[in-house]
């Protein structure tokens, strides 16, 4: 091919691309790939809360157990705690074969001289036997009152919840009347509403006054502490002796009728409105 030629089919070549660019289509559509097949449904319950809803502990602290080795399934030590249990596995706690629960929720207006343990090795009088036909499902008190202390005092297999109500940063409403040995000074009631300090700890005091229409000895407290006798302790603090104690308000329930020594199961509003708090 001659100059001239050569020359004529470059011109040509620049006016079909006048940028110089490679003329070529790019495809930006995502190649084809071969479906996979549908993955088979996750199904189970995770164990951490399968053992919560047994009645044993709370899911935080199954976790724990479960790592330190306390659980096995179908004869198998587990210590993932992603597992899950299928309906069929038999699950073992200690060596305790378990299974999960429906969740129950009892409340008890509890009487005197009644103590706040499952069972007692001395023959004293124990909740549990107040307790013992209000459901099939093992069921565990929240918290304690002491023996002479009156009042609500809630049972349930919920462990979670039974946590969440006794752990002070929760601000649980408590409020206790308290029937004393002598008349409240105003400078004591004054002193109750400040700082107090019980062995050595700050005890958190929420409200505290005298009841309405009563005598002076007569003094209603609120707290959200859980430590043991904390009201009792408080009153003697400031030389006073609580003859009487009863717990009439627990995390918004009240002895609205409950007959002391009787119980009842919760309302699902009310159980609602625990587990919100």
């Known amino acids: 091919m001659n100059r001239k030629n050569s020359s004529r089919g470059r011109q040509a070549d620049r006016n079909s691309n006048p940028q110089g660019k490679k003329n070529f289509k790019r495809d930006f559509r995502k190649p084809k790939s071969t479906p996979k097949p549908a993955e088979k449904e996750n199904t189970g319950v995770r164990l951490n809360k399968f053992i919560s809803n047994s009645g044993i502990c709370s899911r935080r602290e199954a976790d724990t157990y479960i790592e330190h080795g306390s659980v096995s399934v179908n004869g198998k030590l587990v210590t993932e705690m992603g597992y899950k249990v299928q309906p069929t596995d038999e699950v073992r706690f200690d060596g305790t074969l378990i299974s999960m629960e429906q969740k129950r929720y009892v409340l008890l207006n509890k009487p005197k001289n009644y103590i706040t343990t499952m069972e007692d090795d001395r023959g004293?009088?124990?909740?549990?036997?107040l307790v013992q036909n209000a459901t099939k499902e093992r069921i565990y008190p929240v918290g304690r009152?002491?023996?002479?202390?009156?009042?609500?005092?809630?049972?349930?297999?919920?462990?979670?919840?039974?946590?969440?109500?006794?752990?002070?940063?929760?601000?649980?409403?408590?409020?206790?009347?308290?029937?004393?040995?002598?008349?409240?000074?105003?400078?004591?009631l004054e002193k109750l509403r400040g700082d107090v300090i019980i062995e050595g700890r700050k005890v958190f005091i929420d409200a505290v006054s005298y009841v309405e229409g009563e005598r002076k000895t007569e003094v209603g407290i609120e707290i959200h502490s859980g430590r043991n006798r904390i009201v009792r302790k408080i009153f003697e603090h400031f030389g006073y002796h609580v003859v009487k104690l009863d717990r009439v308000i627990f995390a918004g329930l009240t002895k609205k009728n409950l007959p002391r020594g009787r119980w009842r199961e919760l309302t699902n509003q009310e159980i609602n409105t625990l587990q919100m708090l």
């Open 124 to 129: 004293r009088k124990t909740v549990m036997e």
């Open 145 to 188: 009152l002491d023996r002479n202390t009156t009042g609500l005092l809630l049972f349930t297999n919920d462990g979670e919840l039974a946590k969440k109500l006794t752990h002070p940063k929760h601000n649980v409403r408590k409020l206790y009347h308290a029937s004393l040995d002598k008349k409240l000074s105003l400078a004591d």
